[in-house]
């Protein structure tokens, strides 16, 4: 019908995980539109940190540097016994992403950001107070219902792929028909943000208190919060745990009185276990919440929101201007879904170690990390084991040769450009196509498809066209590790394929023309 609008992309929800694809698909020139029942940024604080993988994707679309202005770096995690004696600490630490590996956030500081971020971008459209009542997936686009919440109107778009960003109880998942299965735990939790008015020694930490008799976490936020979070004990009253006098009994136990912090809320929640069971039903697509749930112990249910899209939207900008086949967007879920799972895996064994509550497990479990954290080689083993999963993929959108370096992530070093400028890699690579190379070799199949070669040079060479320095090693170090000589590297700067010193590097993939990402 040619009186219907109709777009590139359109984007149900837009929190952290619709306004990243917002931003993303903005960045690529595509036409985009943003359906939002809210009339404006949701106000109480949910997410609490991120890490530097979700940060890179945020440099990509030049906001990492507004972002982490807002931001509170993390420093050592403690689990803490009843007496507030760590018998376990863990610090994250770097894995090469180019930024600090745990930030504290506020949420509604990280949307205001974002959000402002998307107001660069004419080509997006957004729609704050427009619920989306249905949604159609024919074999060409896809035709959109939303209701006008301001007019009492209703509103028909069409889009050739939608990306559902709307939440944990997402109507579109629901309208599709898509199971969600998994579990919620059966204690309810009660979360606590509040001001702070001044600070006491540890309140910069984040702390687990591991307390059978009521286990807390205990952590600080950016912009002078702070959070505490405890579940209801069998009996309790929900509503009485929220008033001011059941908060300030608990904090007072903390050695927290008024002059320390001023309340701002108190919720109750639950935690879920969940995941889709389909990410993808024709030209829809579930992102963030709308397609899994997970516990908030390892601080990933937003990050894994923005890293679904970060997958997701650069294929979409592919197919969409025929640089790639359709063939590609099934690689969403295969690619996403192994990384989530293990990441909740985590969250949940975090969080079976700060929720024990029979007194004799909580002593032996006190007693014995205790004694395995002067090892070490411990802390640094649970950090890269049982904290956040490194990225990669082991299947999805690779070459089908197998190497060592094939579906990891590039480190993301500092590097001097072909013209002697000390840059982050990825300002250089512009999420487009690359090939780098520790050598001179010519890759002429990926040539043919647009796709430009750089050569990595050592520190002390001298900057020319297509090459890069490779300032501190970093980067040589990196692929000599993993016996990679050349590797091509996706838009979203995972290596598709890579090659030995004596092996060519396999063939790009069927149908690839790697056009270049437009300037807004």
């Not at 579940?231 to 006098?245: I, K, T």
């Not at 497990?361 to 006190?366: M, Q, V």
């Amino acid at each position: 019908m040619p009186d219907i609008p109709h777009y590139d992309v359109a984007i149900i929800g837009y929190g952290p995980t619709g306004a990243t694809a917002a931003n993303l698909l903005g960045k690529q020139g595509l036409n985009v539109v943003v359906l939002e029942r809210d009339p404006d940024i949701y106000g109480r604080a949910r997410a609490i940190s991120t890490d530097e993988e979700v940060l890179r994707i945020w440099q990509q679309v030049g906001l990492s540097n507004r972002l982490q202005d807002d931001m509170l770096p993390g420093g050592p995690v403690a689990f803490v016994d009843p007496d507030g004696r760590p018998f376990i600490e863990v610090q994250p630490t770097s894995r090469g992403a180019g930024h600090p590996p745990q930030q504290f956030i506020y949420q509604p500081a990280v949307d205001t950001t974002l959000r402002s971020g998307v107001e660069r971008f004419p080509n997006v459209v957004v729609l704050t107070r427009h619920e989306c009542l249905k949604v159609v997936s024919g074999p060409d686009d896809t035709e959109i219902l939303a209701a006008d919440l301001s007019e009492d109107s209703f509103v028909r778009l069409r889009a050739s792929y939608v990306i559902a960003a709307d939440g944990g109880s997402s109507a579109t998942r629901g309208q599709l028909g898509i199971g969600y299965q998994g579990r919620t735990f059966t204690e309810r939790w009660v979360v606590i943000d509040t001001e702070v008015r001044k600070e006491w020694e540890g309140s910069s930490r984040l702390r687990f208190h591991c307390d059978p008799q009521r286990p807390t976490v205990d952590c600080p936020t950016p912009l002078g919060h702070h959070r505490w979070e405890f579940p209801v004990r069998d009996g309790e009253d929900e509503n009485h745990l929220v008033s001011h006098q059941a908060i300030w009994e608990i904090l007072r136990n903390q050695g927290i009185t008024p002059d320390h912090v001023g309340i701002l809320r108190a919720v109750v929640y639950s935690h879920h276990v969940r995941v889709a069971d389909r990410w993808r039903v024709g030209r829809v697509f579930l992102a963030g919440d709308a397609a899994h749930a997970m516990p908030p112990w390892i601080g990933q249910g937003m990050a894994s929101g923005v890293r679904d899209v970060a997958n997701l939207c650069w294929k979409l900008a592919a197919v969409l201007d025929d640089s790639l086949p359709e063939t590609v967007l099934d690689t969403y879920q295969t690619e996403r879904e192994p990384h989530l799972r293990e990441t909740t895996a985590h969250a949940v064994f975090a969080g079976k170690i700060i929720t024990e509550r029979r007194p004799l497990l909580a002593a032996i479990r006190n007693h014995a990390l205790r004694a395995l954290s002067k090892v070490p080689s411990f802390p640094r083993w649970m950090v890269n084991t049982k904290w956040i999963p490194k990225a990669h993929y082991d299947n999805g959108f690779l070459s089908p040769t197998s190497h060592p370096a094939r579906g990891w992530q590039l480190p993301q070093p500092w590097v001097l450009d072909e013209k002697g400028i000390r840059t982050p890699l990825d300002n250089v690579l512009a999420g487009r196509w690359h090939v780098l190379s520790l050598d001179a070799r010519q890759h002429s199949a990926w040539q043919a498809c647009d796709v430009s070669t750089l050569q990595v040079l050592p520190a002390g060479a001298l900057p020319r066209a297509g090459t890069i320095i490779d300032s501190d090693g970093t980067l040589a170090a990196w692929l000599t590790q993993l016996s990679a000589a050349a590797v091509a590297v996706r838009p979203d700067g995972f290596i598709y394929a890579a090659a030995d010193v004596d092996s060519s590097l396999p063939l790009p993939p069927t149908g690839l023309r790697a056009a270049p990402v437009p300037t807004r």
